[in-house]
């Protein structure tokens, strides 16, 4: 948008693995990733299930959680945990031994990268930094393990697909998705209509002005229908 106020004719095509660009319902890339997380949830399914394990899976996200809520959902995780809805590790573990009573000997979290205790989500931008930079962990998923081991005594282990999530073939969803938004911005050029990002509204490519969107962020709201189904469903997001 700042190139476009300079004069620049510009055009902007919404692609990321996040699904984070406001203006628009679905970027390309990130049905992609929902498959490759997906897939990685599911593996882990087999190994927890024989060794009766504690298995948290890190799903790519820092600020915005839509791809752990998506990937999470499908590949049936049993704790979600976002950068937009503060977790209680007392309410992780109570979910964790909620369904060890119920003789299920293994629980999956699906865990974005910047997923955040409600103790930390308290303090200000700046100690939040200042904590994260003398943390002992890799990351928020180790240290969620750590916390589990010295309550539980129960093994837990950390898996990372990391950037095999933005990696790889793109899904034919992405592909068309792709195909039409790419479409739409041809279309724009020729109509010499600049300023815009080609987005998708209701399933329909729409030309939205880039100052309606630039410099926010579509973030998963608490009380989004798919949270409302997963909770509905018995996941815990640890609030």
């Known amino acids: 948008n700042l190139l476009c106020e300079e004069g620049l ?7 990321t693995i996040d699904n984070d660009i406001y203006g628009t319902d679905v970027t390309f890339g990130f049905q992609s990733a929902i498959n490759i997380a997906t897939d990685a949830i599911d593996c882990i399914h087999t190994t927890a299930a024989s060794h009766n394990r504690v298995f948290i899976v890190e799903v790519m996200g820092h600020k915005v959680g839509w791809l752990t809520l998506y990937a999470g959902v499908a590949g049936g995780a049993d704790i979600i945990l976002l950068p937009e809805i503060p977790y209680d590790i007392e309410k992780v ?3 964790i031994n909620k369904r060890t009573k119920a003789g299920k000997g293994f629980t999956i979290l699906a865990v974005a990268e910047g997923a955040i205790s409600k103790e930390d989500a308290a303090l200000s931008k700046k100690e939040y930094k200042e904590k994260v930079a003398k943390r002992k962990y890799p990351s928020v998923s180790y240290e969620i393990a750590d916390q589990i081991n010295q309550t539980m005594g129960s093994e837990v282990r950390v898996t990372v697909p990391g950037h095999i999530q933005r990696g790889g073939e793109p899904c034919p969803y992405d592909r068309v ?16 209509d600049y300023g815009i990002m080609i987005g998708v509204i209701n399933g329909k490519i729409k030309r939205v002005p880039l100052a309606d969107c630039a410099g926010k962020l579509k973030m998963v709201s608490p009380k989004d229908q798919i949270v409302k189904a997963a909770k509905q469903i018995g996941i815990s997001f640890g609030d």
């Not at 004719?9 to 692609?15: A, E, F, Q, R, T």
């Open 177 to 192: 998705l792709s195909t039409r938004i790419g479409a739409g911005a041809a279309e724009a050029i020729l109509d010499e």
């Open 9 to 15: 004719n510009v055009i902007h095509l919404p692609k």
């Open 93 to 95: 573990i109570a979910a």
